[in-house]
């Protein structure tokens, strides 16, 4: 039996942003960079810092990091200088799992938040879970699904006792 893998590897490409502001009033004017956590250990910052790009920077520049299994979020960080501008916590489930397929690109925006809270931006980027290890859809996505399991097939006689139907909308 072989041991479950404590981590995948995700490729996140930090692609932009827009309607950065300081101290909301302010656009943000330059040196803006991003960072990203998959957990309190685990951070990568963007190499580049986009130094002209004002309230509206652009990176366009991929980073791979080791996403935990157990991890809920990712959280997205962006920087004039030393100052946080903004911030997003990503759910893990809208680009991971469920009914996405293997190795999906995901292409993702985000409104950032301050430290108070408010509306500062948004944030653009695309997100890929590499290999295998992506639950739900992964497996069965590649085969057409035919009726419901427990129920004959279509074309079939239903046992005596089931009963199956469609759904339909009712008024009182």
Partial sequence: MEKAAASKAMEITVISAEGLLVNRKQTVRKNVSVTVKTDPLNSRSTGRVDPEGGSSP????????????????????????????GAANIPVTDFSGGYLPENHLSFL??????????????VNLSVKVRGAGNTG????CSRPWIGV?????????????IVTGIPVPYKY
């Fill in 109 to 122: 925006s985000y409104r950032l938040r301050d430290g108070n809270g408010d509306r500062n931006g948004i």
């Fill in 58 to 85: 652009a990176w366009k520049e991929k980073l791979v990091m080791d996403l935990p299994v157990h991890a809920r979020f990712i959280t997205v960080e962006v920087h004039s200088g030393s100052r946080i501008v």
């Fill in 149 to 161: 399991p427990g129920l004959p097939a279509v074309g079939e006689k239903a046992p005596a006792g």
């Fill in 137 to 140: 859809c992964a497996a069965s």
